[in-house]
């Protein structure tokens, strides 16, 4: 890599005082206008928005899906839907909800703001990022593809075997299940290795790894933890669809095979994957709140530490979904008490934002409303959990409304308010404009009553012994009553999402301007112009704090940040390269510019799993050989990308 | 009966809901000893979830009242310091960490506590559970005292039972939630569970894992009969069913067996079918179809007639048996107490 006839010391520059810059590096960074170039982009914030959109695209789905549900259930004995098109909406309305809204919209939210929170110019891999993109949306799409002929995924997203296996199942319904998952599987793997490797390589020249905000920790353990956890899923996947398709006996009992090495594959994954969905967002409050406090974070330390405790934790916990499975008790214990111990690292954050709010002056903004109440619903769904750890009393809560209501607790809270209220707080930098508070508080009230209205009385269902997964319910249960008012809460809680739908759609035209830094926040996204220019940064700052802006005001700081002046890098797509721990400058980072093989490759891919699903091994066959041609086309070596070594550190 | 019901005003608004007939499935309340300790720990669980959700939202709101203080200028910051304010940290995670550290010692002695009953079950019962039915199957050393029914299981009141449960197809879960949480059952493997009733009465369950288009109605019912009642359901259940006492019955039970005994059996006829519940002595449970239907003549017949449409995508098929047939059929069945 490091060639040493190229060194070259990079050019620091004052873009204040040279107005030739800008308009420079703009041309250099300019996606080709039109259809075709939007396609080509590798632009990390037309990446994120795009994830953002397909991401509430998916999440209106999953909604609707659900009002139909909560109408089935609203009364007893309805038959307003068939069985099978309850189980189906159930199976969608889960699959949507946790794998095409709750990871991708927090990489919307990473994509966009790492390379502007990190001080670089994008993404350590541009082309893996847009490829990233467009896997999850065939995905997506694959995964929906059966939706429409009444042949969706039926047997739940844990798709337990063997009622998910052929002699049980036997329509493509769990075929296009199994593909897309391993599919999106793909995408989760490849974004967070992009994720992983930018915050490594890519981040500003002096912010050290103690100084990087909690977000990029959150998303940072998130992506380690996919890396580890999303092999588990899909070796279970693809297990399952060689059982159906190619004969195979891995999960038949009677053949010797064993249902229950499903649930191992499957949990290993699902449970880190759960730490993956939520601790990205509890990043966003993290760094979020704290500027309505008008303070730093309490704890820093602490919390980065904490956020990465939960993952490995998140590791050992598995098997507190198989509390009934007939395992053996002292096996049951390890893993409750486990589960019990990974409430201490959510204890450390939720105890440094109290004393946020506390120590710090809260301004009752929109974001601020969604980031407390966030606070209160983190702490429910929490403690509903810690209830699920203990192994007998979870023999009781499991499959009951107890736990429907605990999960919605986690991911509607821990997820949805940290989203929402991120969107409030990042939009002005998503589109220049500000949203409406008053349209904002109007959404917020209105998601926070209705959430809770709608999955509050959920718990008393489940101790009322309401099972799970149920398409209706006799009378004489005691449930109908509780069933009602959820059905109204959920209805109220849809209400409000769309108050924030509608703010968003007239915000991006109609909403004040809101210049770079509305909030007077402290991180480096908002040193740029909002929405930022396509090369993010026109010189590339140095840091030498924790919170950049705010340093100028912070008692005893040493050092300051250099934001006005810095390396210029403007010969072609480049941005610097630093160390791991110190982020000392090492390297001049020469980027791939728009490329339309990463749409390519990810077509051909996805014309692979389709050729799978039809078992149609030409198709197979022809979309491998795309597939890799489409790679060759992606890896053809380019010269302009030969990278330097930057001689002027320290 | 008089199980603790811990006093705490939270769980007084609660309390109203654990009325005891009209939520039959409710664990609030448990009535056996592999129940019981559970119970306990569950109320003291559930009241430090209420506790800890109390203080935080107190000291949340407290948090957000406005205090007397100069207003903050334009740019200024409330606190320019990043060090302080851990000591809420330290405190706050140390509480919490010895309130676990107490739920999981109880929580350990729980699982001790329900792992075996007191004394030894005397009796063993198989269940097999099947889309969308539960088999029950009375073991006994002696071959011919073992018999079968379904979906309605008698116990002893006040003596432990002992259950192995198998499955037939898919996973399901075994729950009698008055008297002890699930296990689940899974094919190729037995797990076992015991289960005892400290007062007579009926004690509702249902299949708490999900298996497909019915799990919905796939409910079973767990009656305790005072000892002796029980040794003479036992006895009755033995017994083969009677043989037919007229012509019309005899034509029944011939329309029976020709029509219903490939998956049905009733013991001391032809029917010797093993895919559907034991019949023999049908009119001995309160429900058909595990749960969905009161056992009258009228949803029998409905039932024979149009299981798909009352329960669709049961594996009974709607039967196109003529009407006299049909009668001829749910008289005879009228007839196996």
């Known amino acids: ?650 | 009966m008089k199980r603790a019901r811990c006093g705490s005003a939270l769980v007084l608004c609660i309390a109203p809901l654990v009325a005891d007939a009209a939520e039959p499935m409710s664990y609030l309340r448990t009535f056996g000893p592999a129940g019981d300790p559970v119970t306990r720990l569950g109320w003291g669980l559930g009241i430090v979830a209420l506790a800890v959700c109390a203080i935080v939202g107190v000291l949340l709101l407290a948090g957000m009242l406005p205090r007397v203080r100069p207003p903050l200028g334009r740019r200024e910051l409330a606190v320019r310091d990043d060090s302080g304010g851990t000591s809420w940290i330290y405190i706050g995670v140390g509480i919490s960490t010895l309130v676990l550290l107490a739920c999981a010692i109880w929580t350990m002695a729980t699982i001790a506590a329900v792992a075996m009953p007191a004394q030894a079950s005397e009796t063993t019962v198989q269940i097999s559970a099947a889309q969308w039915w539960w088999n029950v199957r009375y073991l006994n050393r002696d071959p011919s005292r073992i018999f079968t029914t379904a979906n309605e299981i008698h116990i002893p009141v006040g003596r432990p039972v002992r259950f192995e449960l198998e499955s037939r197809d898919v996973i399901h879960s075994f729950w009698i939630p008055r008297l002890a949480g699930k296990i689940d059952v899974i094919p190729g493997q037995t797990n076992t569970l015991w289960l005892q009733a400290d007062a007579p009465g009926t004690y509702r369950g249902q299949c708490g894992e999900y298996c497909g288009a019915q799990h919905a109605h796939m409910a079973m019912w767990v009656v305790a009969d005072e000892p002796r009642d029980y040794i003479a359901w036992s006895e009755r259940q033995l017994r083969p069913a009677a043989p037919p006492a007229s012509e019309a019955l005899e034509r029944g039970q011939q329309a029976f067996v020709a029509n219903c005994g490939a998956c049905h059996s009733i013991r001391g006829t032809p029917a010797g079918g093993i895919l559907g519940p034991d019949l023999t002595h049908l009119m001995s449970r309160g429900t058909i179809a595990a749960g969905l239907l009161r056992n009258t003549p009228g949803n029998l017949a409905a039932w024979i007639a149009d299981s798909q449409a009352l329960k669709p995508g049961s594996r009974m098929p709607s039967m196109a048996i003529a009407g006299n047939e049909l009668s001829a059929i749910v008289s005879y069945l009228q007839t196996l107490q």
């Open chain 1, 1 to 650: 890599m490091a060639n040493t006839d190229a060194l070259r010391t990079p050019v620091i520059a004052r873009p204040g005082a040279d107005a030739s810059i800008e308009p420079r590096l703009k041309r250099i960074w300019e996606t080709a206008p039109g259809f075709v170039g939007a396609l080509c982009s590798v632009d990390h914030k037309s990446i994120g928005k795009r994830y953002l959109v397909t991401a509430f695209a998916f999440l209106v789905a999953g909604g609707l899906e659900a009002a139909l549900m909560r109408l089935q259930l609203a009364r007893p004995d309805q038959s307003l839907l068939t069985p099978d098109q309850y189980n189906q909406l159930f199976t969608m309305h889960g699959v949507t909800m946790i794998f095409l809204y709750a990871l991708p919209v927090l990489s919307g939210f990473s994509n966009f703001l790492w390379p502007l929170i990190l001080g670089s110019r994008d993404m350590a891999f541009p082309r893996l990022n847009a490829f990233s993109y467009w896997v999850f949306l065939l995905a997506g799409i694959f995964l929906y593809s059966s939706f429409p002929l009444g042949r969706a995924p039926d047997a739940g997203w844990f798709n337990y075997v063997p009622y998910s296996s052929l002699p049980y199942n036997p329509g493509i319904n769990i075929d296009v299940y199994a593909l897309g998952m391993v599919l999106l599987g793909v995408s989760t793997t490849v974004g967070s290795t992009n994720f992983i490797v930018s915050v490594i390589r890519t981040r500003a020249p002096g912010m050290s790894i103690n100084r990087v905000p909690i977000l990029i920790w959150g998303t940072l353990t998130a992506s380690v933890g996919n890396i580890f956890a999303v092999p588990a899923v899909t070796l279970a996947f693809i297990l399952l669809w060689m059982d159906r398709r190619l004969g195979t006996h891995f999960f038949d009992p009677g053949a010797g095979g064993q249902p229950l090495l499903w649930q191992h594959l499957f949990w290993m994954f699902g449970h880190p994957w759960v730490y993956a969905i939520v601790l990205p967002a509890m990043g966003i409050v993290s760094d979020a709140l704290p500027t309505f406090c008008r303070r730093p974070l309490v704890g820093y330390t602490l919390v980065a530490l904490s956020t990465v405790t939960t993952m490995v934790l998140g590791f050992g916990v598995w098997v507190h979904h198989m509390f009934a499975t007939g395992l053996p008790p002292v096996s049951l214990s390890f893993f409750s008490a486990a589960s019990f111990v990974i409430v201490i690292p959510s204890a450390v954050a939720v105890f440094a934002w109290l004393a946020t709010i506390w120590t710090g002056r809260p301004q009752f903004r929109t974001p601020f409303l969604f980031f407390a109440g966030f606070v209160m619903v983190f702490v429910i769904g929490g403690v509903s959990g810690f209830m699920t750890a203990s192994v007998p009393v979870d023999r009781q809560l499991t499959d009951t409304y107890f736990v429907v209501a605990h999960l919605h607790y986690v991911l509607i809270g821990i997820n949805v308010f940290p989203v929402v209220g991120g969107i409030y707080y990042w939009f002005p930098k998503f589109t220049g404009r500000m949203m409406s508070e008053r349209l904002g508080k109007w959404s917020f009230w209105t998601m926070f009553v209705g959430f809770n209205i709608g999955f509050f009385p959920m718990h008393i269902l489940g101790l009322l012994g309401m099972p799970r997964r149920i398409y209706t319910y006799p009378e004489g249960m005691g449930w109908g009553p509780i069933n009602m008012i959820v059905t109204l809460g959920a209805y109220l809680f849809a209400l409000g999402v769309l108050l924030f739908l509608i703010d968003v759609w007239r915000s991006r035209r109609h909403g004040a301007a809101a210049g770079p830094n509305p909030w007077d926040a402290p991180s480096l996204e908002w040193a740029t112009a909002s929405p930022p220019p396509v090369y993010n940064f026109a010189v590339i700052p140095s840091v030498a704090s924790r919170y950049p802006l705010w340093e100028d005001r912070m008692k005893g700081h040493t050092g300051s940040s250099e934001l006005a002046e810095g390396m210029l890098l403007d010969d072609g797509r480049e941005t610097i390269g630093t160390s791991g721990l110190d982020a000392e400058p090492d390297v001049i980072l020469r980027m791939p510019g728009d490329s339309a093989a990463p749409l390519l490759l990810a077509c051909a891919l996805a014309i692979v799993f389709i050729g799978l699903l039809m078992q149609s091994w030409w198709v197979v066959g022809f979309a491998v050989f795309a597939s890799l041609v489409a790679t060759i086309a992606w890896l053809w070596p380019e010269p302009a990308l030969g990278q330097t070594m930057d001689i002027a550190r320290g």
